[in-house]
C-alpha cells in the first residue's frame, strides 16, 4: 500500500539529489518504504554533511561526520536535514513533522520513542536534545536502514528485550564502537548474531580494538579458556549463553519440543535444553557449557576440528584411499553422479563418480550418498525447467550406478543465495526435481546448501535430508539461521588428507561432515534385493501365521492390528471404538519372541522415514471396521486423517495469538518431516498408507501379508496398481474423489460435527470440546473465514501432495 508520506520524501530526495549529489542513485516513487528509498535517503545525508562522492551506504565516515557536528538535534538550523529525519521517521513508521523542513514536537516526540524502542533510554532528561553525539549518531543510522526496533510477526519479546539489553549494555554503557545498534523486532537474525558475538568478544577480553564478530583464533582461544557454565552459574556469560540457547530452540526430540528460556542464572531447565542440544548437534552430552557447545552455538561450522565421520569431495576415490579413508574412521562419503563439462573444457573436474569408483568405495568399507551438482554456484542454475531436467538425469545416472529404493540424493545450492533467491530460483528449481523424482518416486531428494537454503526447501517443498555447507560460514543463510531439523550431514571443513609417505601414500583435499547418526545412512549395497521394508513385511507374515494358529474366532487380521496397537492404542476411547486388545494373544506372541520392542519402526521404501508401525496399523484397523469412501465421516476416519485433522486444529487454537493465521500456522507445522507437530510427515504416511492397505484388503481381496507385500514390495508399479509410489494419488482418490472441495467439505463436516457419525461427533467433542480448549475457540464459534482456511491448508497440502506424486 503506498503511504503518501513515504512517496513525498521520495519525490523530495529524487528532485533535490539527483544530478546534485555525487553518486546519487535515484529511488523508485511508489510510496513504499525499502531499501533503495532510504539509501537515497542516506546519500542526501552524506551530500548535507559535506561528504562531495555519496555512497548508498552508513559507512564510518557518515557516522563520524554525524557525531563531528554534535549529531542532528532540535533547533537544527540545516532545513535538508531536518527534512532527511522527518522523512526517516515516516519510512520506519513513525510520526514526522507536518511540515518536513520544521523540527516539530512530534519529531522530538518520534526520536525519543525509537531511543526507547532501542533500549537506549536510561532515565529522565535522556532524551534525542541530550544524548551524546556517538548515541545521537547511532540513532540517526538507525533511521537510515530498514532495522525495526518494535516487535514484528514471528518475534517474541523476550527476544525483543534481549535485544534491547544488547543495546543498552554494549553499544551504550560498555561504548563498544564496533557495534551498531541492534535491531529490536524480537527476530534472531544475522544482525542479532553478530551483536551477540561481539558481546561475547567483549566479555572473554578480547581487546576492544579488535572486536569484530568474527570466530578467529584469538576469540576461540579466550573461549576456551572460559569457566564451563553449569547449574547454579551466574552471570553475564550465562546471559549470553542462554540467548544463544534460544536462538537455536527449540529441540525437537521424541516428537516433543524442548524449550530454552534466556536467563542470567544456569538452571536445570537450561541443563535440559543444553543436553537436548548437544545430542541434536550430534555433540558430547554434558549439559554444561564446554567450547564445543559454544562454538556450535555461535558459527554454522562449530568447532571445525571436532570428529567427523563423513567427508564429501570432488576427486574420484580408489580402493586405497577409501581404505585409508575407512581405517582413519570415516563412515560414509558424498560423491557426485555426473558433471556437467565434457572432459575438453578447462573447467572441467572429473569429479563424477564411476562404476569402477563405486565399487572400490564400498569394498573398502565406506557407505556412499549422492550429490549432484550442475552450475550450482550460479543462480541462472536454478529454474523449474532445469531442475526437472537435472532430477531426469539424477535418476538415470542413480538407476545405472545401482542406489536402492528410496536413496537420497543431494541437490546442490552452492551459492549465497538470498531470501529472494531462495523464493525466485531455488525453489522453483526443486519442484523441478521434485517433479522429475515423483514420476516414479524411486528416489527421494536432499538439499545441499546454507541454514536458511536447506531449511526453506524443506519446508516449502519437502526436501528429506538436508546436507547443510557450514563450511560457508559467512553466507547470509548460515548467520542467523539455527540448523535445520532434518539435517543429515553438516560440512565443517576443508583439508587435505593423507596416508602412508612418500611413493607409498597419497595426499587429496576433502570436506570433513558431520554425520548425524539415525539420519541418512547412505547406501552400502548396490542393486539391493529386499525393500527397504522387509523386515516389517516378514514380521506381518510371520504375525498373520502366529494369529490363524491362535485360532480365538478372531480375524487374523484384527489379532496382528491389535499387537501393534497393545500399548499406545488400547485405552478407553480406543476400545470403546473397536475391540479390546485380546492380551491371550499378546501373551501367546510373546511367548513366540513376538513383541514391539524393536519392532515399532520401518523404512519407508519411498522416503526413507522411520513410519511408526503402531499408528498405521491402529488407522488399518479403524478403517477396515468402519470403512470409509462416501462423503459421510467415519470412525475410520476418526483413527486416520480426521483424528489427527482434529488434534492439529486443537494445536492451531492453542498457538493462535502467534498464528492467528491458519494457512501460516498450516505451512510450519502441518506435515512437517521434523517439527513439534500433532500431525507430522510420518502422521501423513500413516493416514494413507492405513487407508490404501484397506482398499488392498477389501477391494483387491487380499490377506493382510499380500496387501502389506504388494503396497511396500513392488518396485515398478503399473499405472493402476494400489502402491506406496503413488500413496497420496491413491488415498486422495479413494477418499476424497480428487476433488479439492470435497476434501475441504469432509474436513468442515468433521470439525463441525455435520454429516459425520454418531461416535465419531462424540470423539470430536472429547478432543475439540471439553476441557482441551475454551468455548471461543470450537469451530462453530471461530471466524468461518478462519475456518474455511483451515480446512483449506489441509486440502492444499494433499494436493501439494498428489502433485510431488504425478511430476508436478
Not at 28 to 41: H, I, K
Not at 172 to 180: L, N
Request: charged share 20%; aromatic share 12%; glycine share 10%.
Amino acid at each position: 500500500m503506498s503511504d503518501p508520506n513515504v512517496l513525498a520524501a521520495q519525490r523530495w530526495v529524487n528532485a533535490t539529489y539527483e544530478g546534485v549529489a555525487g553518486g546519487y542513485e535515484r529511488c523508485p516513487q511508489d510510496g513504499s518504504t525499502g531499501w533503495a528509498t532510504v539509501l537515497s535517503l542516506t546519500q542526501a545525508l552524506q551530500h548535507e554533511l559535506g561528504i562531495s562522492q555519496t555512497v548508498r551506504n552508513f559507512g564510518p565516515g557518515t557516522f563520524k561526520a554525524v557525531v563531528d557536528r554534535d549529531g542532528i538535534r532540535p533547533g537544527e538550523r540545516n532545513a535538508n536535514l531536518v527534512r532527511i529525519v522527518n522523512y526517516g521517521l515516516w519510512c520506519k513508521g513513525y510520526y514526522g513533522a507536518a511540515s518536513a523542513s520544521e523540527w516539530s514536537e512530534v519529531t522530538t516526540s518520534s526520536m525519543n520513542q525509537l531511543l526507547t524502542h532501542a533500549g537506549l533510554t536510561t532515565g529522565s532528561g535522556f532524551d534525542i536534545s541530550t544524548v551524546p553525539a556517538r548515541v545521537n549518531a547511532l540513532i540517526i543510522k538507525a533511521l537510515m536502514r530498514m532495522d525495526q526496533f518494535r516487535l514484528v510477526s514471528g518475534g517474541t519479546s523476550e527476544i525483543q528485550d534481549f535485544q534491547r539489553h544488547l543495546n543498552q549494555e554494549y553499544v551504550y554503557q560498555q561504548q563498544i564502537t564496533t557495534m551498531d545498534l541492534s535491531p529490536c523486532d524480537g527476530v534472531y537474525a544475522r544482525d542479532v548474531q553478530q551483536a551477540v558475538m561481539k558481546a561475547v568478544q567483549f566479555e572473554i577480553g578480547i581487546d576492544r580494538a579488535e572486536i569484530g564478530g568474527y570466530f578467529g583464533s584469538a576469540t576461540k582461544a579466550k573461549l576456551k579458556e572460559q569457566p564451563t557454565l553449569s547449574v547454579g552459574s551466574e552471570g553475564d556469560m550465562v546471559h549470553l549463553f542462554t540467548a544463544l540457547c534460544v536462538f537455536n530452540s527449540p529441540v525437537l526430540e521424541d516428537g516433543g519440543a524442548i524449550p530454552a528460556s534466556i536467563r542470567s542464572t544456569y538452571t536445570e531447565n537450561t541443563a535440559e535444553f543444553v543436553r537436548a542440544f548437544q545430542r541434536f548437534s550430534q555433540l558430547t552430552v554434558t549439559g554444561k557449557s564446554n567450547y564445543d557447545t559454544w562454538a556450535q552455538l555461535l558459527v554454522s561450522t562449530g568447532n571445525e576440528y571436532r570428529d567427523t565421520t563423513a567427508c564429501d569431495q570432488a576427486q574420484p576415490l580408489t580402493f586405497a584411499r577409501a581404505k585409508a579413508l575407512g581405517d582413519a574412521g570415516l563412515q560414509v562419503v558424498g560423491r557426485y553422479l555426473d558433471e556437467h563439462l565434457p572432459p575438453d573444457d578447462d573447467d572441467y573436474l572429473g569429479k563424477a563418480l564411476t562404476s569402477t569408483e563405486l565399487s572400490d568405495i564400498l569394498r573398502g568399507g565406506l557407505r556412499v550418498y549422492p550429490i549432484f551438482q550442475w552450475n550450482g554456484t550460479v543462480k541462472a542454475n536454478f529454474t523449474y525447467d532445469k531442475g526437472f531436467e537435472q532430477g531426469t538425469v539424477a535418476e538415470t545416472r542413480a538407476r545405472e550406478f545401482g542406489f536402492g529404493r528410496g536413496t537420497c540424493i543431494y541437490f546442490a545450492v552452492d551459492f549465497d543465495a538470498t531470501q529472494a533467491d531462495i523464493d525466485s530460483a531455488v525453489i522453483p528449481y526443486f519442484r523441478g526435481v521434485r517433479a522429475a523424482l515423483g514420476r516414479t518416486n524411486r528416489y527421494t531428494y536432499g538439499v545441499y546448501g546454507s541454514r536458511n537454503v536447506c531449511t526453506e526447501v524443506s519446508n516449502d517443498v519437502g526436501a528429506t535430508w538436508s546436507f547443510v555447507s557450514g563450511l560457508s560460514w559467512g553466507f547470509s543463510g548460515n548467520l542467523g539461521f539455527p540448523l535445520p531439523a532434518n539435517w543429515s550431514f553438516n560440512q565443517i571443513l576443508n583439508t587435505t588428507f593423507s596416508y602412508g609417505s612418500g611413493s607409498f601414500g597419497e595426499a587429496w583435499e576433502i570436506d570433513r561432515n558431520v554425520w548425524r547418526r539415525s539420519s541418512d545412512p547412505g547406501t552400502a549395497v548396490l542393486n539391493p534385493a529386499r525393500s527397504p521394508a522387509q523386515d516389517f513385511i516378514d514380521l506381518i507374515e510371520r504375525l498373520y501365521t502366529a494369529a490363524l494358529a491362535y485360532d480365538a474366532g478372531t480375524d487374523p487380521t484384527v489379532l496382528v492390528c491389535q499387537f501393534f496397537r497393545q500399548e499406545k492404542y488400547n485405552d478407553i476411547e480406543w476400545r470403546l471404538t473397536l475391540e479390546p486388545v485380546d492380551q491371550g494373544w499378546i501373551e501367546k506372541a510373546a511367548e513366540q519372541g513376538l513383541t514391539l520392542d524393536g519392532r515399532r519402526y520401518f523404512t519407508d521404501p519411498v522416503t526413507g522415514t522411520d513410519v511408526g508401525t503402531e499408528h498405521l496399523m491402529a488407522t488399518l484397523e479403524t478403517c477396515l471396521r468402519y470403512p470409509s469412501t462416501t462423503d459421510l465421516v467415519t470412525m475410520g476416519d476418526g483413527g486416520g486423517w480426521a483424528g489427527d485433522l482434529v488434534t492439529f486444529y486443537q494445536d492451531w487454537r492453542k498457538n493462535k495469538d502467534r498464528y492467528p493465521n491458519p494457512m501460516l500456522f498450516a505451512r510450519d507445522y502441518l506435515g512437517k518431516r521434523d517439527a513439534a507437530s500433532q500431525f507430522d510427515n510420518v502422521d501423513w504416511i500413516s493416514d494413507a498408507d492405513g487407508f490404501n492397505i484397506m482398499r488392498l484388503i477389501q477391494a483387491d481381496s487380499l490377506s493382510l501379508p499380500q496387501a502389506v507385500a504388494r503396497y511396500y514390495d513392488t518396485d515398478s508399479p503399473g499405472a493402476d496398481d494400489r502402491v506406496c509410489q503413488r500413496r497420496y494419488t491413491l488415498f486422495y482418490a479413494d477418499r476424497f474423489d480428487s476433488n479439492s472441495s470435497t476434501t475441504q467439505t469432509l474436513a468442515r463436516n468433521l470439525l463441525l460435527g455435520e454429516n459425520s457419525d454418531v461416535a465419531l461427533i462424540a470423539g470430536k467433542w472429547a478432543l475439540v470440546g471439553g476441557p482441551a480448549l475454551d468455548s471461543e475457540d470450537y469451530p462453530e464459534n471461530i471466524e468461518p473465514t478462519q475456518l474455511s482456511n483451515f480446512v483449506l491448508a489441509y486440502a492444499w497440502e494433499l494436493q501439494e501432495r498428489v502433485d510431488a506424486e504425478g511430476g508436478k
